[in-house]
């Protein structure tokens, strides 16, 4: 695993070390209100060509409410949100689009406190560094927007 240079992030009571190149995009998401619980600026595969930047959400809530502000189903933002639901991917493929990749997975929301566990749920999104630019403006836009 490549160790990368982290900053730390600020926002109200949440206050973590980031990767240095996606400090600003955790610090957007917890402003517009998502958790987050884990993130990595430059995550690769066997067999990628390109940088994927991966974001943890710690239920699939968070990823939703994530999902509705850097994608919401409009005509004209059709391009991302087919890419996040992979939605014609091969197409997409063929054109030198990349599609996102979702994974969920399972934890012990209660782990290492007293009593019985209890199963969650979290999500992984993985989307290529191409398209933060994209991301980061619709967050902020959402943002401004918020505190207007």
Not at 93 to 103: I, K, L, N, S
Request: charged share 30%; glycine share 6%.
């Amino acid at each position: 695993m490549t160790k990368h240079e982290t900053v730390l992030v600020e926002h109200g009571r949440l206050r973590q070390n980031i990767d240095k190149k996606i400090a600003p995009l955790i610090l957007e998401t917890w402003k517009a209100g998502v958790s987050t619980d884990y993130s990595c600026e430059d995550q690769r595969k066997p067999g990628d060509k390109e940088a994927w930047v991966v974001l943890g959400f710690p239920s699939v809530t968070e990823a939703r409410k994530w999902m509705r502000i850097v994608a919401p189903h409009k005509k004209d933002l059709r391009w991302l949100h087919n890419q996040e639901m992979r939605v014609a991917c091969r197409e997409m493929r063929r054109r030198g689009v990349a599609c996102w990749r979702w994974e969920t997975y399972a934890y012990d929301a209660v782990y290492g406190a007293t009593g019985p566990t209890r199963l969650d749920f979290g999500v992984l999104v993985r989307f290529p560094v191409s398209d933060l630019g994209t991301i980061m403006r619709r967050l902020r836009a959402n943002n401004r927007r918020k505190r207007a």
